[in-house]
């Protein structure tokens, strides 16, 4: 357990305790934000803005078409947009009906979109033409009855979007031909709504406003249930730990990072729109020469992402030339930063940048450095507001300051559970409301909490959760594979990229072919940069591939024919 003195001495004027009853749900943030900064500008992408006051109204309407499909509260609804103007307005119209949102990458195979609809049991799901023809090889197999499409230029207004759609579709041919006869154009089903009633069912914090899915600290793909209360909670927190740098309706953040990520969802798009701040969607972060040309054009405040979105911007000519002068939050998540980014970004920014940590299952966040930290101290902070962080051994007992062990969480954000898996639930949440994280952390006789090695074999790269298992399962599908495994190998740039350790059973099979089988199969950052092929794997006597030797053994950043 950790105390709350570190409140007194690291973050004035923070409470120790949030106020859960300020909101009833989520929909209770953001309509109250509707109403108090209806005239402001809620984001802005490709130099297109849209405000509160559009927000509210479009919405409203996607919320009332949903229900006059049959939606009822608690149907789930998919989201698989990037950063554009669509999102938010899917998101909070999807809320606003008493639905539940399921985020999906974009980027999605075909067998990874067809488990995380089946599972999540979604009705309806709105994505993106360049993405349409990935729904379309398996929503027969699917439960989705209702399919709204949407292009990159649909509601950016002429001649800008027209343009954009026309060269995505006809020029850079980025938008691949797909059958969905029955689905929507989401500009229309706005249009359809206007006229229709948008009726506000009850909503406590107990409803579920979420199935984010997340490897959790084991295995396949699975959904977080997190409640109204879970991100309302996270919203305060935040808020709280936030209020001294804030000044409510004069923010700019930039969003880089997917709004489908946890990160982005919470700390970005949720916190933001309470402050009534003013939200850059960043759509493709990839290309950093275009990215700082957006950053060029806003005088920003607020900048979230990972380690490796900050080392791109670094190491990027003209982010340096960049004006820095109204910028004063930079938080890193997702994933650690490193202490060179750190100190590069502040002799380039002026501004700390400022780590933070959590999990898709604490909504994200469960501990934050103090926003008066001046430089980088290799922690991931305190705990936040109405939150409790503590070391365990194998056992299950707290361990003293220093001693490494497994952190554990508890507080209002700690997500309701696995959705439909008790048992995975069981493994990881307490009956006290203590989650187990999987990583391994100490703490400081300060309260500080650093993350020393993680207990599971997750991979993270760039922040996303890469699980060996799936990996593993997907190589050991190939016809010319005897055994795998698949470690993590440290990379600068990632943080981790994926390796493939492998017997054939055909010495023709090479690691390009294999590589090939895997982009097939997998999300463009699990497939593997490294494959190795070797006689054979450390196994136990029973035959239990040892993941620990494997890494003494193949974890250098090398490949094989």
């Known amino acids: 357990m950790t105390d709350k003195i570190w409140l007194k001495q690291y973050a004035q004027g923070v409470p120790a305790e949030i106020d859960l009853e300020e909101f009833a749900s989520v929909v209770d943030i953001f309509e109250q934000s509707f109403k108090s900064f209806s005239d402001q500008t809620a984001f ?149 709504g206007h006229s229709l009633p948008l009726e506000r069912p009850p909503l406590g914090h107990d409803d579920i406003a979420f199935l984010q899915y997340t490897g959790g600290t084991t295995g396949v793909s699975k959904g977080a249930m997190l409640t109204h209360g879970n991100i309302v909670a996270n919203v305060q927190q935040a808020s709280a730990w936030l209020g001294p740098l804030v000044e409510y309706g004069r923010e700019v953040v930039v969003t880089a990072l997917p709004l489908y990520h946890i990160f982005a969802l919470t700390a970005n798009c949720l916190v933001f729109i309470k402050f009534g701040g003013r939200n850059l969607l960043i759509t493709n972060p990839r290309d950093m020469n275009g990215f700082v040309k957006e950053l060029k054009k806003e005088s920003f405040t607020a900048i979230t992402g990972v380690n490796t979105l900050f080392n791109g911007l670094l190491n990027t000519a003209s982010f340096k030339d960049l004006d820095f002068s109204s910028l004063r939050l930079t938080l890193g998540g997702g994933m650690a930063v490193q202490r060179a980014v750190a100190e590069r970004w502040k002799e380039t920014t002026g501004v700390p940048l400022i780590e933070a940590y959590g999990l898709t299952e604490t909504s994200p966040a469960a501990c934050i450095n103090p926003m008066d930290l001046k430089d980088y101290n290799g922690a991931i902070g305190l705990p936040v507001p109405s939150t409790e962080c503590c070391v365990i051994d194998a056992e299950g007992k707290p361990l003293p300051t220093g001693e490494p062990g497994e952190l554990c969480v508890r507080g209002p954000q700690v997500m309701l559970g696995y959705w439909q898996r008790p048992e995975e639930t069981a493994t990881v949440l307490d009956d006290q409301g203590w989650l187990k994280t999987g990583d391994m952390a100490r703490q400081d006789e300060k309260g500080y909490f650093y993350i020393v090695d993680r207990k599971k074999d997750m991979i993270l790269v760039s922040g996303f959760n890469v699980y060996p298992n799936e990996i593993e399962d997907v190589v050991a599908g190939h016809p010319k594979i005897l055994e795998v495994g698949v470690i993590g190998i440290d990379d600068p740039k990632s943080g981790e990229l994926v390796k493939v350790v492998a017997v054939r059973k055909d010495n023709s099979l090479t690691a390009d072919e294999l590589r090939e089988y895997c982009k097939k199969e997998l999300t463009g950052y699990k497939v593997p940069r490294y494959i190795e092929f070797v006689d054979e794997l450390p196994k136990t006597n029973v035959g239990k591939i040892l993941r620990r030797e494997l890494r003494d053994k193949f974890g250098e950043p090398k490949s094989t024919s």
């Open 44 to 192: 802005v992408n490709f130099g297109r803005e849209l405000s509160y006051a559009d927000l509210d109204r479009k919405s409203r309407d996607f919320g009332a078409y949903l229900q006059s499909l049959g939606l009822r509260k608690g149907d789930r609804v998919a989201i698989m947009l990037p950063n554009l103007l669509q999102y938010p307005i899917a998101l909070f119209g999807i809320l606003r009906a008493g639905l539940v949102v399921v985020n999906t990458n974009p980027l999605y195979t075909a067998r990874e979109l067809k488990h995380q609809l089946n599972d999540s049991g979604a009705r309806a799901i709105i994505v993106l033409e360049n993405f349409a023809h990935t729904l379309a090889s398996v929503i027969d197999d699917s439960p989705v009855e209702h399919v709204f499409v949407t292009g990159v230029g649909d509601l950016l207004g002429f001649p800008k979007g027209p343009l954009i759609n026309f060269v995505l579709r006809k020029v850079k041919k980025e938008v691949p031909s797909y059958d969905l006869p029955n689905a929507e154009r989401f500009g229309q089903a706005l249009k359809a």
